[in-house]
């Protein structure tokens, strides 16, 4: 246990954190969808504070030394999120006499958002962590969805036609907001499924992304974007009481757009149908 966490003061058993590290666990690993289509770095531990950029700025001269130079360098700071949320005493106990139905709705929806806010971050951006994001920095470059669902496939295509003209190499990706994902799923062209036209232009996945607004169609070749996670999703104590256990979970992340160019935004234009 990592002891910045207080883990050890919490008035929980082996069983009890297991099936809440589990549940917390199967929630992440659905929802987050950028850490499928970006590299990943780490995790680093809860010490990393920022990551290198590997350019520096002049600055002015140290005080009484004139005749020096000095260049500042310049460094991309980690973000922490942390959300907390309350499990009930009496289904802590349920868990530790073997119940296999335990209400952990808490932490399922604490692990969702806290998902969310991570992929929302890397496709929207995040200024006040100085997170610029995939999506607005091609902001000028998105293709619209077109008027109905059956336009999709060809909205795809014209989107790698813009990353292959660019020099962009795929393998890509389709990565799609929640309502886009279903609808598309559902929907048919001649009896014939929509998303597998679109599935047959990349060879990469379509993935399904809650954090994100609309869609983009982005390279897997590496090298384009990182995100750099210093402490993984983990879960650390605050309080209790007699009725309730107050928990939260943290991660500390930055991310980085090094090739703008290796994403294209797919955004709903105006009027569109549904």
């Not at 008027?147 to 014209?158: E, K, Q």
Request: negative net charge; glycine residues 8%; proline residues 5%.
């Amino acid at each position: 246990m990592k002891n910045h966490l207080f883990r050890d003061r919490a008035p929980i058993t082996e069983a009890g954190w297991e099936e809440i590290e589990n549940e917390a666990q199967r929630t992440l690993r659905a929802l987050l969808a950028a850490r499928r289509v970006v590299d990943f770095k780490g995790p680093l531990g809860w010490g990393a504070s920022d990551v290198e950029l590997g350019r520096a700025d002049p600055i002015a001269s140290p005080p009484q030394a004139k005749a020096v130079q000095a260049r500042l360098r310049r460094i991309q700071p980690l973000v922490e999120l942390r959300i907390p949320f309350d499990v009930s005493r009496a289904e802590l106990d349920a868990i530790d006499r073997g119940a296999r139905d335990p209400d952990l709705d808490s932490v399922t929806a604490a692990a969702r958002e806290i998902a969310i806010a991570e992929d929302r971050a890397i496709f929207h951006g995040y200024a006040a962590a100085k997170i610029a994001g995939i999506c607005p920095a091609q902001a000028s470059a998105a293709v619209p969805l077109g008027a109905s669902h059956a336009d999709y496939p060809g909205v795809v295509s014209a989107a790698l036609t813009k990353l292959r003209d660019e020099g962009i190499e795929g393998p890509f990706a389709v990565v799609l907001s929640e309502r886009l994902y279903k609808d598309l799923s559902s929907r048919t062209d001649e009896g014939y499924p929509i998303i597998s036209h679109v599935r047959r232009l990349v060879d990469g996945d379509i993935v399904w992304a809650p954090g994100l607004d609309g869609g983009v169609v982005i390279s897997l070749r590496g090298g384009d974007f990182e995100l750099t996670v210093g402490q993984d999703f983990s879960i650390g104590y605050l309080d209790h009481t007699a009725e309730r256990v107050r928990l939260y979970i943290e991660e500390s992340f930055t991310f980085l757009t090094l090739t703008e160019q290796a994403a294209i935004p797919l955004i709903s234009g105006a009027g569109k149908k549904r």
